[in-house]
T-cell receptor, first 115, second 114 residues
Framework: EAGVTQSPTHLIKTRGQQVTLRCSPI?????VYWYQQALGLGLQFLLW?????ERNRGNFPPRFSGRQFPNYSSELNVNALELEDSALYLC?????WGPGTTEAFFGQGTRLTVV | AQSVSQHNHHVILSEAASLELGCNYS??????LFWYVQYPGQHLQLLLK??????LVKGIKGFEAEFIKSKFSFNLRKPSVQWSDTAEYFC????????????FGQGTELSVKP
């Protein structure tokens, strides 16, 4: 069974540009989570999508946004890129969270470099 | 705000040494607790998790962790580390009624010398 897949694996963008990152969850998983792993800052929660709806959002500016499609895949969009947006962006997926389904599976990430 | 603290940023051990990585969280309500591992060049993998019941949980590869509610701690242990345990370890907290959203600690880089 395929795991969580993310594309692209690496990306270089110029400050001020916009970028879209993509995530395909494990088949059957309805929730998708996005995290930013910046150097020295650990893993920061960005967004949680479930059944096409945004359920929760981390402490990031509005230029970070996303959506979840009917097939449960997801996009993360970042507008007006800044140098400090350089990071590894991780996507995770899970089944509907409950007593028996409590594990999030992570993808390999997209390495974004802003120059 | 809820937070997770991992006391050690970088730990260096020799093979066969015992390991204990500290993790404390700040949240008074019901929590679920996790340890994830990230081997070099690989994705995050779940080591173990605690939801309820026995506060001593066993995970993969000989790791275990103990939940001490009174100390808001969830320390990771392994009696004898191997070179292949070299990786970054993340403690994470999941809060009740927030789905699978995880709040991570800063991570601890473990280097095991052969």
């Amino acid at each position: 069974e395929a795991g969580v897949t993310q594309s692209p694996t690496h990306l270089i963008k110029t400050r001020g540009q916009q970028v879209t990152l993509r995530c395909s969850p494990i088949s059957g998983h309805t929730s998708v989570y996005w995290y930013q792993q910046a150097l020295g800052l650990g893993l920061q929660f960005l967004l949680w999508y479930d059944e096409g709806e945004e359920r929760n959002r981390g402490n990031f500016p509005p230029r970070f946004s996303g959506r979840q499609f009917p097939n449960y895949s997801s996009e993360l969009n970042v507008n007006a890129l800044e140098l400090e947006d350089s990071a590894l962006y991780l996507c995770a997926s899970s089944l509907e969270w409950g007593p028996g389904t409590t594990e999030a599976f992570f993808g390999q990430g997209t390495r974004l470099t802003v120059v | 705000a809820q937070s997770v603290s991992q006391h050690n940023h970088h730990v260096i051990l020799s093979e066969a040494a015992s390991l204990e990585l500290g993790c404390n969280y700040s949240y008074g309500g019901t929590v679920n607790l996790f340890w994830y591992v990230q081997y070099p060049g690989q994705h995050l993998q779940l080591l173990l998790k605690y939801f309820s019941g026995d506060p001593l949980v066993k995970g993969i590869k000989g790791f275990e962790a103990e939940f001490i509610k009174s100390k808001f701690s969830f320390n990771l242990r392994k009696p004898s580390v191997q070179w292949s345990d070299t990786a970054e370890y993340f403690c994470a907290v999941n809060l009740y009624n927030q789905g699978g959203k995880l709040i991570f600690g800063q991570g601890t880089e473990l280097s095991v010398k052969p």
